[in-house]
């Protein structure tokens, strides 16, 4: 049977692949530990978890919500913008609920571009990102981050690749895979300048509630000058650690709202009912002690992560801010996709090679500590320095 094109030039994920290798260490009796996968290991909040039940009572659980998803969620959503970024966001015109981060990133692209135009990533870029546009039929151009100052953005590294195609710029802030967060500043510049060029910014800012100091988030949807440009894209798969529930949203202006809707209804009618009257029930309840928490723990486990890579021959850390992970250089390497496979067989520890990014992740891998422990993580950066000084005893030698 025909295979699309588009499907064919879609790169699959390496984390299958990845998991096989795995699988085959555990099957001989093997340990693993996992710095692969990027979610959080805490719980889901308890409001949470109370409105879910709650809500299997309810007959209109089991039901479609409207398109744009439950109007108690979207307000929530919209104070939720009210208190942490100063701005009024209208929750009728303005938001659409989305089954999560993805989704709402497809929704973003099919209603602001059209086919064969091109989308900007910066990058390192979020594997994820490259796969939707290539899946709606446009063309990823790759913008180089540079590891030397944290990756961070700014208009002199987009402008080169800007062309009279292009139509949209995608970026996570804080970043995945690299964590790096973007400045007020540089940020609010790309949106003026891409503003003026008719190019519209698509800003993922899934791990907004993860930023450590000396970082903070801003959000140029917050700008009234640059709301009519601008196109935000969230999850509440990390901050909420609901990522099985499946919630994002998107925030969007009014005059793409009414035609986003069309894409919303095609592609999943509503996000789930019971998952969105989970979140709206979170939102509504004091999560800050929560988040605080939580960023507290994983603060506790970067600093685990920066002290043990320090002492790794040939492993060079670029310090970033934001998300869970370090995007971490390897000296002297083989390619990252060939070392990856050989980590997990000889040392038992799971990290992502660096090209799964796009080829500006070369020589690179990624690292995650959001569900690895302080002890899980000095353990696996004990394998990773005893392996990387073996290596680099090879090297000498030769």
Same mark, same amino acid.
């Given at each position: ?9 879609t790169?699959a ?5 990845l ?8 099957a001989t009796g093997?340990?693993?530990l996992?710095?692969?996968q ?5 719980p889901p909040?308890?409001a949470?978890?109370?409105a879910?039940?709650?809500?299997l ?10 398109d744009? =998803?439950?109007?108690?969620?979207r307000a929530?959503?919209a ?10 966001v209208?929750?009728e015109?303005?938001i659409i ?5 993805n ?5 973003a ?7 064969g135009d091109e989308v900007?990533l910066?990058a ?7 796969m ?6 446009l063309?990823p151009?790759?913008?180089?981050l540079?590891p030397?100052? =944290?990756? *961070? ?5 987009l402008?080169?690749y800007?062309?009279a ?12 895979p ?5 400045? *007020?500043?540089?940020?609010a ?10 190019i ?9 509630y993860f930023?450590?100091?000396?970082a903070?988030?801003?959000s140029?949807a917050?700008?009234p *000058? ?6 935000t ?42 998952s969105q009257?989970?979140v709206?029930?979170t ?7 929560l ?9 506790t ?13 040939r492993?060079?850390?670029h ?6 992970y370090?995007f971490?250089?390897v ?5 990252v ?9 000889e040392? +038992? ?11 500006a ?7 995650s500590?959001g569900?690895?422990?302080?002890p ?6 004990a394998?990773? +320095? ?11 030698r030769?």
């Open positions: 049977m025909y295979i699309s094109e588009r499907v064919q030039q790169a994920p390496i984390i299958t692949d998991a096989a290798v795995a699988a085959e260490r555990t093997g340990d693993l996992n710095l692969g990027g979610i959080a290991d805490f909040p308890p949470a978890l109370a879910a039940r709650a809500a009572d309810d007959p209109t659980t089991h039901r479609y919500s409207l744009a =998803g439950l109007l108690e969620l929530a959503i104070r939720k913008w009210a208190r942490d970024a100063g701005t009024v209208d929750p015109r303005e609920v989305t089954a999560g981060g989704q709402a990133a497809v929704l692209l099919l209603t602001c571009t059209d086919i900007l910066p390192p870029y979020y594997f994820n990102h490259e939707a546009v290539h899946l709606c039929g063309r151009v790759e913008a180089p540079a030397v100052d =944290g990756f *961070a953005l700014g208009w002199e590294r402008a080169p800007v062309t195609r292009t139509r949209a710029v995608l970026l996570p802030n804080p970043g995945n690299t964590g790096a967060v973007a400045g *007020a500043a540089a940020l510049t790309c949106a003026r300048e891409l503003a003026a060029r008719n519209t910014l698509i800003v993922d800012e899934t791990y907004e930023i450590f100091e000396p903070r988030h801003y140029p917050a700008d *000058a640059l709301r009519p440009h601008v196109i894209i969230s999850s509440f798969s990390k901050g909420f650690c609901l990522a099985g529930w499946r919630v994002g949203y998107v925030l969007l202006p009014p005059d793409l709202w009414r035609a986003a809707l069309k894409v919303q209804d095609t592609l999943v009618i509503c996000a789930p009912v019971i009257r989970a709206a029930a939102l509504d309840s004091d999560y800050y002690p988040l605080a928490a939580q960023r507290a723990e994983l603060a486990r970067r600093a685990a992560l920066h002290t043990g890579l320090a002492g790794i021959p492993l060079t850390w310090e970033t801010y934001g998300a869970m370090a971490v250089g000296a002297d390497s083989p390619p996709a060939d070392l990856v496979p050989d980590l997990i067989r040392i +038992g520890v799971l990290v992502l090679p660096g090209t799964t990014f796009g080829p992740g070369a020589g690179h891998l990624r690292l500590y569900a690895a422990p302080v899980v993580l000095v353990e696996a950066l394998r990773l +320095g005893a392996y990387f000084s073996r290596q680099s005893s090879v090297v000498s030769q």
